[in-house]
């Protein structure tokens, strides 16, 4: 019989790149959809309905009873649920399974059993759920030394992240948002704040085996409906910058590729794109305010003629001038004395990271 799993062995198991064992949550559906950790498969041993049950069973009539009333609950379906964990596990490129619940008490510790009654290797999570928490948010609060980097929008700041090997940080894989206005072009639906978190401290501990510094974008505190946590992004706020200048026409052309032409080639109609586009004018027109009419009229004038990128270059860049570049220039990076580290195009900056990295590589 395997023994349990403690958390410092589950972050390693999580972070590492080879392969490993099922993991199997057996929370209720409702608590995995509020909070869950990358890797994990929810495959509930009391569904939420029947936790409810099981709670005010304890609350009225004690520990015992709430233990029988979940028993009962579930020992006719436990056939079922039983084959799930094992189909989980025969998928998993190590035939094991990490089995976790809200603190490692008795759901966890009951489908550990059934498992090894059915001849399965299986570990339960030492302080399950809860610890691993408590685990992740503390990789979030102690990040390495951080290098930030800004620029104007479109210059390619997620696309120069992308190319650093591991080196870097990316808020808006982990947010599942591209962070402006416009991000909600993408038709993908965030996580909640609790997962965000635990997709964050994960990449902060991943990239951390390679490096003693990392970079990451700027962001303002809120991507989308999530917020950067606090300690995290006070870290952030104090680093150092490394500044990424293109020219317009080459922004307006990575916009109009990023929010016009992948949407449409993921399946969305141009009709669609039109749609969130006029959305997100809306939402930003206050700050535009006489300029939105004509924004407006270029967009729709653009989505009328076609998706070139000819048609839309007139309305991405009357935006990116008059809305996002002002931001950006009032806001709290055009107007920091925090020390610029580098400043550069896009082939210049990607070495000068590169080299960087390089120096900070663990050894």
């Known amino acids: 019989m395997l023994p349990s799993l403690a958390i410092p062995e589950m972050l390693t198991l999580l972070i590492q790149s080879g392969p490993r064992p099922a993991l199997i949550d057996v ?37 015992q009873a709430a233990i029988d009333r979940g028993a009962a609950l579930v020992l006719p379906d436990q056939q079922r649920r039983l084959t799930l964990w094992c189909e989980d596990i025969a998928r998993a490129p190590i035939p094991e399974a990490v089995v976790a619940c809200w ?12 498992l090894r009654q059915a001849g399965r290797q299986v570990r339960q999570l030492e302080g399950g759920y809860k610890a691993l928490r408590h685990a992740l948010l503390e990789a979030i609060a102690n990040p390495p ?10 210059s390619g700041k997620t696309e120069l ?37 635990n997709a964050l401290a994960l990449q902060l501990l991943r990239q951390q085996q390679n490096y003693t510094a990392l970079f990451c974008e700027d962001e303002s505190r809120m991507i989308g409906a999530l917020a950067v946590p606090l300690g995290f992004y006070s870290h952030m706020t104090k680093a150092p910058l490394i500044v990424l200048e293109e020219p317009l026409a080459i922004r307006t052309q990575r916009i109009f590729r990023d929010y016009i ?27 535009l305010s006489q300029q939105t009419q004509q924004v407006r009229e270029l967009l729709i004038d653009g989505f009328a003629k076609g998706m070139n990128y000819g048609d839309h270059e007139p309305w ?48």
């Open 103 to 114: 603190r490692g008490g008795m759901r966890s510790a009951i489908a550990c059993d059934w």
């Open 161 to 197: 992240l992308q190319t650093l090997d591991g080196g870097a940080i990316d808020l808006e894989a982990a947010a599942q948002h591209r962070g402006s206005a416009f991000g909600g072009w993408i038709d993908r639906p965030q996580p909640m704040q609790a997962t965000f978190e």
């Open 145 to 154: 030394p951080l290098v930030i980097v800004t620029g104007l929008t479109g």
């Open 261 to 287: 032409l992948q949407p449409v080639a993921a399946g969305a109609s141009p009709e669609r794109v039109r749609q969130k586009a006029l959305d997100a004018l809306q939402a930003v027109s206050q700050r």
């Open 27 to 63: 929370r209720s559906e409702l608590e995995f959809a509020k909070a869950a950790v990358p890797g994990f498969t929810n495959l509930p041993i009391l569904y939420q309905s029947e936790r409810h049950e099981v709670g005010l069973t304890y609350k009225h009539q004690g520990q």
């Open 316 to 363: 991405l860049a009357a935006i990116l001038t008059a809305y996002y570049d002002k931001r950006y220039r009032h806001g709290a990076r055009g107007q920091s004395d925090i020390p610029i580290m580098f400043q550069g195009d896009m082939a210049s900056c990607k070495q000068w990271c590169l080299d960087f990295l390089q120096a900070k590589q663990r050894r």
